[in-house]
Nanobody
Framework: QVQLVESGGGLVQAGGSLRLSCTASGRTAGRFAMGWFRQTPGKEREFVASISVSGGSTDYSDSVKGRFTISKDNAKKTAYLQMNTMKPEDTAVYYC??????????????????WGQGTQVTVSS
């Protein structure tokens, strides 16, 4: 079993930055494709960003492209989401996800096997 723990959420003013981290523990002998999703009350979980196993490929939703950057450190089994120029509409619970089977990026909720517990991000106007 693999556990994912997110950190780095919090309150930030519009235009500010936050950096989320997601660390994998447990049976983590292999490497993972990893992703970030977000969810607000009453809405479905939304894709934000994904990074391939090697880290060489990334995908972003149109709403965050150019503002957010996903990266990973395979040695530390940690993925990051650097969020810049944040907007009030970025307010959500952010979830980290990992999959041990895919090599490329994954943009769907169904594509991931493991999920973190989520971390709240609030952007004030």
């Amino acid at each position: 079993q693999v556990q994912l723990v997110e950190s780095g959420g919090g309150l930030v003013q519009a235009g500010g930055s936050l950096r989320l981290s997601c660390t994998a523990s447990g049976r983590t002998a292999g490497r993972f494709a990893m992703g970030w999703f977000r969810q607000t009350p009453g809405k479905e979980r939304e894709f934000v960003a994904s990074i391939s196993v090697s880290g060489g490929s990334t995908d972003y939703s149109d709403s965050v492209k150019g503002r957010f950057t996903i990266s990973k450190d395979n040695a530390k089994k940690t993925a990051y989401l650097q969020m810049n120029t944040m907007k009030p509409e970025d307010t959500a619970v952010y979830y980290c996800a990992a999959d041990p089977w895919a090599l490329g990026t994954i943009v769907t909720v169904q594509g991931y096997e493991y999920w973190g517990q989520g971390t709240q991000v609030t952007v004030s106007s």
